[in-house]
């Protein structure tokens, strides 16, 4: 049987006994309510009765019938007792309905009656029958000179009972009925809530979305209809750097802003990089529907930081190779010449030539001197040289570049120069000044690295100069860019230091950018 049905049937045998009880509770207490009005009614009429002079004085002279009789006959009828019977202080009846029964004793105990005390709903078997009666003493100054017994028939308050129990036992069915409809309704709404789900199979539903949400090595977040977070893992939260509480609103967690926007569209999105603290994560994002209704959003993340890491590093490691082939093959080229030169008798011709290539090769920033002393700010201004010289571009370094030590942390190193340089040798290349340059500043103040990147480019537009380091945001054309400043200021910070455009270029110069990494290299020079 049906989780549901064993519900809809537990509460409408509850609802069954809960009125089975109360009709039940309800029909005692009105019969005894009844039992004892009718014992009051009793009693107040043989009150009065013993209270006439006429009964206290032929009751104190043991006078039977006559005026007794007569009164016992109206008293009964007035008021449709089954009998009202008057006896002597010895119990022999005096009046009573059957006037042959006169002069006998009372076939039930008068003796509390006697004693002075009134019996009240007795229900008691006399001559006419089970009644319900009472008692009372007939004074004659402070002497008891007999009794009057009042009673009525039991049918009488059974009669009124079956009336009152039949009204109950009508509101007690249509009790019964509305139990009955409103535990069908919950049934029905416990199914739509469940969509119709048995517990078993929710227990293991959530066994199996444990297991998947705390199981797998993406971070899974998920938002309800009104942007609120509704299902997260541990793996989300460090991920994203930030908590993640249920019933938050999206809005007020510090996300990623491509994050933001990929919730807001509610489009399907596919392997979106955004920036979370150091991180580079991959973001793919569903909209939920259930029966054509909108039930939220999931959004799941991979971590693309070791990756990403690890191709910048090929990058540089590519783009000096490429330059050492290059120059392999140029100094081949001299040699053979200065080799036929020599062959053929041309040494005035050759001394020239030497002379030529010295004079050259004069301060090229892929020769550093003891300006630059770590190697790998070496090798990333060597391979950053020969890329621009392959676009037609110059790569200088500044006259008062001085880094004596070696650096701490080569990756955030790389991160933050190479993506300074990469988007200045774009900015010369696509600027209108010829010859395109870029000029490299680097100055040690003790463990701080200072850091500057001019171009010749046109600058930074008014437009993009407040936006400039969001991610997503880029001047260039091709899809895929706008994470480089991005990743350079957040590497930057997370060594508490920053990346800011000093100057967004005018005039003769394009947009010169500075960078702050304390603890960036060692103090021991």
Do not use: C
Request: proline share 4%.
């Amino acid at each position: 049987m049906r989780f549901s049905r064993q519900v809809l049937l537990l509460q409408i045998g509850v609802v069954v006994l809960v009125v089975g009880i109360g009709v039940a509770l309800v029909s005692v207490l009105l019969r005894q309510t009844l039992t004892d009005q009718y014992g009051r009614r009793a009693l107040a009429i043989a009150k009065s009765v013993a209270a006439d002079p006429v009964v206290v004085a032929n009751a104190a002279a043991k006078l039977p019938g006559g005026p007794l009789e007569e009164r016992v006959l109206a008293v009964t009828k007035v008021n449709e007792a089954l009998f009202v019977v008057i006896t002597d202080d010895k119990g022999i009846r005096l009046a009573h309905p059957t006037a042959s029964l006169i002069g006998q004793k009372v076939s039930t105990s008068p003796d509390v009656a006697l004693a002075g005390q009134d019996e009240v709903s007795a229900v008691q078997s006399g001559t006419l029958g089970l009644s319900v009666r009472s008692k009372t003493p007939i004074w004659q100054g402070q002497r008891v000179v007999g009794e009057v017994s009042v009673g009525f028939e039991v049918g009488d308050p059974t009669g009124d009972f079956n009336r009152l129990l039949t009204i109950t036992l009508l509101f007690a069915g249509g009790a019964l009925l509305l139990g009955a409809g409103a535990s069908a309704l919950l049934n029905r709404r416990l199914r739509r809530v469940t969509h119709g789900l048995e517990p078993h199979e929710l227990t293991e539903l959530l066994y199996e979305r444990e297991a998947v949400l705390h199981g797998i090595g993406e971070g899974v977040l998920a938002v309800d209809e009104a942007n609120r977070v509704s299902v997260r893992n541990d793996e989300a939260e460090r991920l994203l750097g930030t908590e993640l509480p249920l019933g938050a609103a999206l809005s007020e967690l510090e996300l990623s802003p491509r994050l933001h926007k990929a919730v807001a569209e509610g489009r399907p999105v596919d392997n979106l990089l955004a920036v979370a603290g150091n991180r580079v994560l991959v973001i793919n994002s569903r909209a939920v529907r259930l029966d054509d209704r909108p039930i939220g959003t999931v959004l799941t993340f991979r971590d693309r930081t070791d990756l990403d890491t690890l191709t910048r590093e090929l990058d540089g490691i590519r783009a000096l190779s490429d330059g050492l082939r290059a120059q392999r093959h140029e100094f081949a080229n001299r040699l053979h010449t200065l080799y036929g030169l020599l062959q053929l008798g041309h040494h005035t011709e050759a001394v020239e030539y030497l002379q030529t290539l010295t004079d050259s090769s004069s301060a090229r920033p892929s020769e550093l001197g003891d300006a630059v002393a770590d190697p790998y700010l070496q090798a990333l201004l060597v391979a950053k040289t020969e890329q621009a010289q392959e676009k037609g571009l110059t790569l200088n370094l500044a006259e008062d570049t001085w880094v004596p030590t070696t650096v701490t942390d080569p990756i955030a190193a790389n991160t933050v120069i190479g993506n300074l340089v990469d988007n200045a040798l774009h900015a010369a290349r696509m600027g209108p000044r010829r010859p395109a340059t870029v000029e490299v500043g680097l100055l040690a103040e003790g463990g701080t690295l200072h850091v500057s990147v001019v171009d010749s480019g046109p600058g930074v537009p008014a437009d993009l100069r407040r936006t400039l380091f969001d991610e997503g945001v880029s001047t260039k054309i091709a899809p895929g860019h706008g994470l480089g400043l991005a990743l350079a200021r957040q590497a930057a910070r997370a060594r508490g230091g920053d990346v800011w455009l000093a100057d967004p270029g005018a005039g003769e110069t394009g947009a010169l950018f500075v960078a702050k990494l304390p603890g960036m290299l060692t103090e021991d020079g």
